[in-house]
């Protein structure tokens, strides 16, 4: 298989590989009403799916840290590439091939996610380990082609179901699978450059024992459930607290998010020799707070909405800002700090819409309590990056 040579390549192929996580992450939940009908799935089922899926993500993203330096890059990002697609293609076929057609079906999960999560911890240390000169800018470029494959999802198929009728969807399902199936080929051809290059590997031990580790690990976190709090309540929050339409609340909720989350790591991609990372990531987290108190407090709708939508621009920067600086402030570390970095960010996607849902349910469902809540953590990010900028200062 011819070879190639330029990094570009790899930066491309890694751009790819967050478009697949996109599809793994976003597709199925487009399809729950549809899995409702057709394999007559209660709700609390329905649920299972995305708990699933996560779920393994996490648990990949934990056995990582261990295993993937004995396999090797390359061959765990192909196989990453192709449970992704094999998950996607046993989403429309495995639910007809069991007696359970449930049971197919979060086995399909449990597949794709494997593949999600091995692609969530090594896309990045493989861009990181590239060798661009404006590091902070390649990786925040990278992780906007995960907003704009969660945008690409959603519309392509959406707009698949009106021409073609969601009675197809198993069609959908192949096609998607068709770009982890690409992208995995893609990837044996590229060049795939080392990590921690020309230094003394850090231990797990080494690594745990930074206390500078543990402070990354709570602002990831902190990333995480800033991002999602708001994400996975936009369209419910518009709907029930602001009464706006349902077709309203998910164009202002979760797809103007997406837009202008991947709109400010574009922004910043582009522009990052100008804008100090730190700088950025303190603003954007006074920003992230601002647009919490607009969501909740103003006394209009539309100054509400646009809020929910502003909060996803200033929360674009906060996960692959905290990749660059667990980089800088740890260049030892290697695939372990990835692999604990996407933990801990899955931690937190996982904790900011509970902890709002659990605190609205015991104020009598009211999301703006929620909401009032979640704005401890911008706030803990804000403390995180002060106490890093005085941590450098100090060294």
């Known amino acids: 298989m011819k070879q190639l040579k330029n990094y570009e390549h790899t930066i491309y192929a890694s751009y790819l590989g967050y478009i697949t996580q996109a599809i793994v992450n976003n597709f199925a939940p487009l399809l729950f009403l549809t899995f409702v009908a057709d394999y007559q799935l209660t709700l609390d089922k329905i649920t299972l799916i995305t708990t699933i899926n996560f779920a393994t993500q996490l648990l990949v993203d934990l056995l990582s840290a261990k295993v993937i330096d004995r396999i090797g890059y390359r061959i765990s990002v192909v196989a990453a590439h192709i449970f992704a697609s094999a998950g996607l293609i046993g989403l429309a076929v495995l639910p007809s091939i069991f007696s359970d057609a449930y049971i197919g079906l979060l086995i399909a999960v449990i597949i794709y996610a494997v593949g999600g999560g091995i692609i969530e911890v090594l896309i990045s240390p493989i861009v990181e380990a590239c060798p661009t000169t404006k590091k902070e800018a390649a990786m925040s470029l990278l992780h906007s082609f995960y907003c704009w494959g969660h945008v690409g999802v959603v519309a392509l198929s959406t707009i698949f179901f009106v021409l073609v009728g969601v009675e197809n969807w198993r069609v959908m399902a192949f096609l998607w699978a068709m770009i982890p199936l690409a992208n995995s080929i893609y990837f044996l051809m590229v060049p795939i450059y080392p990590i921690a290059d020309g230094q003394e590997k850090l231990s797990l031990k ?104 502003l909060c996803g621009f200033s929360v674009g920067i906060f996960w692959p800002g905290t990749f660059s600086m667990a980089a800088l402030h740890l260049p030892a570390a290697g695939t372990a700090m990835y692999a604990f970095m996407a933990l801990a960010g899955d931690i937190g996607c996982s904790a900011g819409p509970t902890v709002v849902g659990m605190i609205a349910s015991a104020n009598e469902d009211q999301l703006k309590i929620g909401l009032i809540f979640a704005m401890i953590f911008p706030v803990i990010i804000l403390l995180g990056i002060t106490m890093l900028r005085n941590k450098k200062r100090q060294e």
């Open 206 to 309: 080494g690594l745990f024992s930074q206390k500078v580790f543990w402070l990354l690990m709570v602002i990831m976190i902190c990333a995480g459930a800033s991002e999602q709090a708001m994400s996975q309540w936009a369209s419910s929050f518009a709907e029930s607290a602001l009464q706006v339409s349902k077709t309203i609340g998910d164009l202002a909720g979760p797809c103007m998010f997406a837009l202008l989350m991947g709109t400010s790591r574009a922004i910043y991609g582009k522009y990052s020799d100008k804008i100090p990372l730190r700088k950025m990531m303190i603003e954007s987290a006074v920003l992230c707070i601002i647009c919490y108190l607009l969501a909740v407090f103003a006394p209009n709708p539309l100054i509400s909405l646009v809020g929910c939508a």
